[in-house]
């Protein structure tokens, strides 16, 4: 059977359409049976999610919730997309990351990727990678007039970017197929090392001129946005900060000679992208919005107005220990940064926060680009997340926040006073402190660190790369104060041969204290602290012996809160009789508290407890050292 566009057939039409307020009421039912008396607008507030700079996710959108209309692909403000057809057929450029200082090994980590996949390259020259004399030996046998390089070379970049054009003109590369970034960015420079080196700002101002006359497909400057969300940065404030960079280009090339549109073809803006899926979809849906209108009051035309976007896989977000959980992270990242609109993507090897990638880690980081585009087929699609109420309104939520950020900036004086006056350094620290405290707590999980973390697992190690630009921004990353308990731990073991211990008291069934036995074990290895579970159920009568086999002075009491009642207290005082030197009870027992520590109970440990000063304070009280 035939439907004609006429028939007028309206699924569901048979059932009468719920309100929001409907909805409402059927959440606050479910939330009164787990205790929560709540109703209308209050049930839907607690089931929402407060994210950083005051931002709030809820658990339903409607239509009513769209801020109005987005716009087309390719047309101010780009929020949709900076080209009209979006990146079909070809998928987002495909940018790996290379930071060797062997001109002859960059070669051949170089030539690898090209033939596998990778459609442009990334290559850190100077002291952060080959040095500029290396530059013709890194790039030996590389087709310049296919692959676009994109240059890193921090205060050496006049001589880097000299040498990379001498070679574009030895190879006979016509000068209208050079494409790429040079790289120059003396902000960001200001932003990782707080030094202001005399002549770049000119240095760059030259060059840009240099690429508008001569380099049609070639851009100068990039605006780093990498070293504000490295530093603990919230995506408003590196959307803000992006802005206010890139205005002080803005200013920097027109104060040269070039005029507001050519200024804005001269720019790539480089952000982070984490696995925060949609936060990352909004984050570059809002970035080529405000930069739109950025261009607009400046007095650039449509063609200048489109944002130039490289997304890199977030740093942050990627940890030391379980580094294999790294891939599935940016995998997801990834997935973000092309759905969000990204023209070049750059995947960091899972083993990047531990040194210099091997062949197979960066073998990874160009497949899960290569499945995305190829077999998820996700840029054949224009502007994915489109239409979709929540990212709308997480978009404009994120435009208005950073744009305000922004402003305030400008108002300090411009993104350079701000990072010279303090400014930026102090709000970036405040909020990674907030985020410190929820890792802290473990209620922003992060696997194979503060959950399911393995102390057996073998370290995998890298070349160390070269040392990384500092004196500006601190650099963070999620696992760091857990790092550094593991530590602690790696080296007491490699001391004594050993890591420090503790029992775990389980008392009663399997049924009853299983789940917190899982809590403490994943608690204490966390820390580096090797739990003992042997024998599988204890009582007051054999836990001494339990306590001198695990070779441990340490002991968790594991069970049910009724089972606590019945023999809590005589267990833990038979571990302060058989040497126990502190004794932890997992959960909290309420009235029976005072009850517990009298009979020898030194601390209670629970979901949501500051886990990073628990297991410090643990540490600290076996004497192993900081």
Not at 523 to 536: A, C, K, R, Y
Request: with cysteine.
């Amino acid at each position: 059977m035939t439907l004609l566009p006429d028939s007028g057939l309206s699924l569901a039409a048979e059932f009468p359409a719920p309100t929001h307020e409907q909805w409402q009421g059927l959440v606050a039912g479910v939330l009164r049976k787990s205790g929560r008396d709540v109703s209308g607008a209050a049930a839907e507030d607690a089931l929402s999610t407060s994210l950083e700079d005051g931002l709030t996710t809820r658990p339903l959108y409607t239509a009513t919730d769209a801020p109005g209309d987005a716009g087309l692909p390719g047309f101010a403000p780009f929020t949709r997309g900076g080209t009209p057809g979006g990146p079909v057929p070809g998928g987002w450029d495909v940018r790996q990351r290379h930071a060797r200082t062997d001109p002859a090994r960059t070669n051949e980590a170089v030539l690898d990727d090209l033939a596998n996949g990778t459609t442009s390259l990334w290559l850190a020259v100077g002291a952060a990678g080959v040095p500029v004399s290396g530059l013709a030996e890194a790039l030996d046998g590389v087709y310049l007039d296919l692959a676009p390089i994109a240059l890193d070379a921090g205060d050496e970049f006049p001589a880097a970017c000299a040498e990379l054009l001498r070679l574009y003109d030895e190879r006979d590369v016509p000068r209208g197929e050079v494409r790429g970034t040079l790289g120059a960015d003396p902000i960001g420079r200001l932003a990782r090392t707080g030094d202001e080196t005399p002549g770049l700002q000119d240095a760059a101002a030259e060059l840009a001129g240099r690429c508008h006359r001569e380099y049609p497909g070639l851009r100068a400057l990039v605006v780093d946005a990498l070293p504000y969300h490295e530093a603990g940065g919230s995506a408003v404030q590196e959307l803000g900060c992006s802005l206010a960079a890139g205005v002080a280009a803005l200013r920097d090339l027109t104060a040269a000679g070039l005029s507001v549109e050519a200024a804005c073809g001269q720019l790539e803006f480089r952000y982070a992208a984490t696995a925060d899926q949609f936060l990352t979809i909004a984050k570059l849906r809002a970035a080529r919005r405000l930069w739109a209108r950025v261009a607009e009051v400046s007095g650039a035309g449509q063609a200048g107005a489109a944002q130039r976007q490289h997304a890199v896989t977030s740093s942050v977000m990627m940890t030391r220990r379980d580094p294999w959980v790294n891939m599935l992270r940016t995998t997801v990242a990834s997935l973000a940064a092309g759905v969000g609109g990204a023209d070049s993507v750059t995947v960091l090897p899972f083993d990047h926060t531990l040194g210099l990638p091997d062949g197979f880690a960066r073998r990874i980081a160009r497949n899960t680009s290569t499945i995305l585009i190829e077999e998820s087929h996700l840029g054949r699609v224009i502007d994915p997340a489109g239409g979709s109420w929540y990212v709308e309104r997480l978009t404009d939520d994120l435009a208005h926040a950073a744009w305000a950020w922004f402003q305030e900036i400008e108002r300090a004086g411009g993104q350079r006073a701000a990072l010279r006056d303090g400014l930026i350094a102090e709000r970036l620290a405040a909020t990674w402190a907030t985020r410190s405290e929820k890792l802290a707590r473990r209620r922003e999980p992060v696997t194979g660190v503060s959950e399911f973390p393995q102390l057996a697992e073998a370290p995998v190690v890298r070349d160390t790369p070269p040392p990384a630009a500092t004196g500006g921004l601190p650099t963070v990353h999620r696992d760091d104060a857990f790092e550094a308990l593991r530590s602690r731990s790696d080296a007491h073991l490699a001391s004594t041969g050993a890591r420090p211990r503790v029992l775990l008291a389980a008392l009663g069934p399997a049924a009853a204290h299983t789940a917190r036995v899982t809590f403490a074990s994943n608690l204490f290895q966390s820390g580096g602290i090797e739990p003992v579970h042997d024998p599988v159920t204890v009582d007051a009568t054999t836990v001494a012996d339990a306590l001198t086999a695990s070779g441990a002075t340490l002991a968790c009491l594991c069970s049910s809160d009724p089972l606590y009642a019945e023999q809590a207290a005589q267990v833990a005082t038979a571990l302060k009789a058989a040497g126990a030197t502190r004794v932890y009870l997992a959960g909290r027992p309420g009235e029976q508290r005072e009850t517990l520590i009298r009979a020898g109970v030194d601390e209670f440990v629970a979901v949501g407890d500051d886990a990073v000063a628990v297991l410090s304070a643990a540490l600290d009280h076996l004497g192993v050292a900081r």
